[in-house]
């Protein structure tokens, strides 16, 4: 957290380079909102700052309309402090504790539950229940302002089970009831349209062009301004657009679903793949403190994600020793014979269930990799809670390479380095003398750097 000399003076300038970084709570209207917010500047004497959004809410502040601190990007700042605490907050940021109890994800993590809520107190200054509430009722808001959906739907969207559930945790929150928000209207977008907003600079052209030359047709599509793509994810299947929009640093996200209980996941997992939270001036700034003095880092680079991490499996080992090119083939053959649908996406990946039997014998390839396939698809049937993706080694044909790239991409690893990566190698002669290991947290964005050079 930056001192409040620091945050006066960010306030005061409305530096968008601060947005995100911290909130600004005005005591006398009971009310945070971000430091760029166009309000009129408050007296200091009136004014308090803090680190996160929730810590503004707790205190009993509520967010301001106008600038709508929601909308403000996360940052990356807090990676690296404390691997445990981090994969808490993250799975919580995906909306796991929507299905299961915080016992059951210290369970997941291989603690007691009274060691999460040390560390969540610890570092994030609340427990993991009202972080999760935190994040739940910070989605319904965004939904109350942005869609048509009846307040019914926005409950069961964001993940609560029970309308009194939500309107007594929203109101507790946000001091408003999800009626003042907006008044209700009984009908529903289709499809469901949203703004996610990003920290720039994005850069879109570095983006697209990573996507273009592994597009799997027909399950993405890519145009000069849009990614879209359909999914499935626990039940829920259907697809989404991202409008880039660079003058109003947001993604405006087309989004078509089975069931709107499954929105506040489908959200969550977008924000990743298009890694909308990261920070990367922040990134480039660490970066450069482990490079040589002349290197010049491209701007804007974020981690292209793949839906989850059996496909970014799947594609890893279908891209081993073959070229970009061959491998998207492949890929795109693998959908055409065994892709799965469904009534709201006409094409869908192929799932663990639907690969675990198969002989791939539409594949022109060795029998050694068809089996690597197979046994990657059997793991995941008989491990699907498993996001520990070093177990995977124990499969023959799976590799370092063929992890460290699912968890980079299937999990948005940032801190992962692909020594082994034929393209890193070959780039990273032309980088000088690195010290990879001071590059840390942020590994990934440094791979990522390296191949934009070949």
Known sequence: MYSPEVCQQARKSRDHRF???????????GIYCRPICPAPTA?????AYYEHAYHAAEAGFRPCIRCRPDSAP??????????TAVRAKKLIDEGVLSGISVKRLADRLGISQRYLNTLFKKYYGTSPKQYGLYKQCDLAKQLLQQTHLPVSQVAFASGFNSLRRFNDAF?????????????????????????MAFRPPYNWAALHKFLS?????????????SYGRTFSLLGYSGSFTAHFDETCHNFKVEINISDIRGLHLIVANIRRVLDLDADPDFINHHLTQSLPADTALVKGLRLPGIWDPFEAGIRAVLGQQVSVKAAKNLLCKLVEHKGGKSDYAEALFP??????FCDFDFFKMPGARKKALQSLAQYYVQHPDNDNLDTWLTIKGI?????????????SNPDIYLAGDLGVKKAFTSFGNIDTDKCAPFRSYLTFQLWSTL
């Open 399 to 411: 590799g370092p390479w063929t992890v460290d790239y699912a968890k980079m991409r299937g999990q």
């Open 19 to 29: 947005d995100g970084l911290f909130f600004v709570a005005v005591k006398s209207t």
């Open 74 to 83: 996360g940052s990356y700042a807090w990676l690296g402090v404390e691997t």
């Open 351 to 356: 799932d663990a269930e639907s690969l675990q």
């Open 171 to 195: 109101a507790k929150l946000f001091l408003l009831s999800p009626s003042q928000f907006r008044k209700e209207r009984h009908i529903s977008d289709t499809p469901i349209t949203l703004s």
């Open 213 to 225: 030359v592994r597009l799997i047709e027909p399950i993405e599509w890519l145009t000069e301004l």
């Open 43 to 47: 007296h200091e004497k009136n004014v």
